[in-house]
């Protein structure tokens, strides 16, 4: 025989032949399962994340974390926006028989709405359906601090002159 014939004849024949002489082969093993418990230990605790906030919230909602004193910075605020945009003070910003000339802030001029702004509250004091606290508004540029009255009635928390 020839050295010719022990080679193959044509290109494909060889390239086979020295591709699967030079690679060798690397058993994979397909036999193991894969687990969901990772993805399913995942999701409970999530799962368990959310319940813990849903009942967080039910038990301390958000409306029982705002203080009294809160509660009359509200007022005030309402009783300073309402005066600075010439508003009628109805008994959800003042209480019943509010006395304009007894109001805890003296506006001069009644030809424009005021440059009015309230500033803070300090110094709460609640007793009961009664309180006081120290207010400060600006008007005109200028701070004026006072000692308002105020008294909780059905909608919450209202100015009064006295």
């Known amino acids: 025989m020839s050295e010719r014939s022990e080679r193959p004849e044509n290109s494909a024949e060889r390239s086979e032949h020295t591709a699967g002489e030079d690679e060798q082969s690397i058993p994979i093993d397909q036999t ?76 001069e001029s009644e030809d424009a709405a005021p440059a009015l702004e309230f500033v803070r509250l300090t110094d709460a004091r609640v007793d009961g359906d009664r309180a006081t606290a120290t207010v400060t508004v600006r008007l005109d540029g200028t701070e004026n601090t006072s000692t308002w009255n105020f008294t909780r009635g059905g909608n919450g928390w209202v100015v009064c002159d006295r």
Do not use: H, Q, W, Y
């Open 32 to 107: 193991g399962t894969r687990s969901m418990l990772p993805f399913l230990a995942a999701a409970g605790i999530i799962a368990l994340v959310v319940l813990g906030i849903v009942i967080a919230g039910l038990v301390s909602p958000a409306e029982k974390n705002v203080t009294d004193s809160d509660r009359l910075a509200v007022a005030a605020r309402n009783l300073v926006g309402a005066l600075a945009a010439d508003d009628p003070l109805g008994d959800r910003i003042v209480c019943a028989g509010f006395d304009n000339d007894r109001s805890p802030v003296r506006i």
